[in-house]
């Protein structure tokens, strides 16, 4: 195909530098996000774009796929690689201001690579490139949360955030001491009544029996 010779050609000659231009050399992304590739090119000013034929593709390891296909100013789909589907937009209007802007969205790791784009007007015929890096998504670590199925265990043992006593718990404990002092209390009692009882009537002295001559 003529577009793929074409994209042969030394990128930096005159003609190419003349014709179309890349706004951006190089485009850093995250994976799943998104990405707009822009190029420069002369045009007529008549507002007519059937006069505007683009071919555009990505080199990956050497390997062409296309990526974006305008002829005469109409998009043909039909070229372009299945990777790229229902990925890649392009502003209509824009075209006509000599623009060629492309919307990359939900991009993958494997989309890194060379980008370059054919650019043929009635002003003559032109390539650039620009070089897309998409990094691997980073992933957020999760907030950690209170174990909560520890069943009851020591939590300096299972690591889990000790659980607050419930009011009704105090109140139990608190009535359970009381019974307990007051029949501690009431044993004392009985037992320092029995004492003094028993100090104040001793028993009476046994009688001596008299022996018999």
Same mark, same amino acid.
């Given at each position: 195909?003529?577009?793929?010779? @074409?994209?042969?050609?030394?990128?930096?000659?005159? !003609?190419?530098?003349?014709?179309?231009?890349?706004? /951006?050399?190089? *485009? #850093?992304?995250?994976?799943? $996000?998104? !990405?707009?590739?822009?190029?420069? &090119?002369?045009?007529?000013?008549?507002?007519?774009? %059937?006069?505007?034929?683009?071919?555009?593709?990505?080199?990956?390891?050497?390997?062409? &796929?296309?990526? &974006? $296909? =305008?002829?005469?100013?109409?998009?043909?789909?039909?070229? #372009?690689? %299945?990777?790229?589907?229902?990925?890649? /937009? &392009?502003? %209509?209007?824009?075209?006509?201001?000599?623009?060629?802007? @492309?919307?990359?969205?939900?991009?993958?790791?494997?989309?890194?690579?060379? *980008?370059?784009?054919?650019?043929?007007?009635?002003?003559?015929?032109?390539?650039? %490139?620009?070089?897309?890096?998409?990094?691997?998504?980073?992933? #957020?670590?999760?907030?950690?949360?209170?174990?909560?199925?520890?069943?009851?265990?020591?939590?300096?043992?299972?690591?889990?955030?000790? /659980?607050? +006593?419930?009011?009704?718990?105090?109140?139990? *404990?608190?009535?359970?001491?009381?019974?307990?002092?007051? +029949?501690?209390?009431? =044993? @004392?009692?009985?037992?320092?009544? =029995?004492?003094?009882? $028993?100090?104040?009537?001793?028993?009476?002295?046994?009688? /001596?029996?008299?022996?018999?001559?």
């Amino acid at each position: 195909m003529i577009y793929s010779i @074409l994209l042969l050609i030394p990128l930096t000659s005159c !003609v190419s530098g003349s014709v179309v231009n890349v706004t /951006q050399s190089s *485009y #850093q992304a995250e994976e799943n $996000h998104n !990405v707009t590739l822009e190029w420069t &090119f002369k045009t007529r000013t008549d507002g007519s774009i %059937k006069s505007i034929n683009i071919y555009c593709e990505m080199l990956n390891d050497l390997t062409p &796929f296309i990526l &974006f $296909h =305008l002829h005469e100013g109409v998009e043909v789909s039909e070229s #372009q690689n %299945k990777r790229f589907a229902g990925r890649v /937009q &392009f502003d %209509k209007d824009v075209l006509r201001e000599g623009r060629l802007r @492309l919307h990359m969205s939900r991009l993958r790791t494997d989309d890194s690579g060379l *980008y370059v784009c054919d650019v043929l007007t009635v002003y003559g015929e032109g390539s650039r %490139k620009c070089l897309l890096n998409v990094t691997a998504e980073r992933v #957020q670590p999760k907030p950690e949360t209170p174990n909560t199925t520890s069943g009851g265990k020591d939590p300096s043992t299972t690591g889990s955030p000790s /659980q607050p +006593v419930s009011p009704g718990l105090i109140v139990l *404990y608190c009535a359970v001491g009381l019974v307990v002092v007051m +029949v501690v209390g009431t =044993l @004392l009692g009985v037992c320092y009544y =029995l004492r003094r009882k $028993h100090s104040m009537n001793p028993p009476p002295p046994e009688e /001596q029996v008299p022996m018999n001559p």
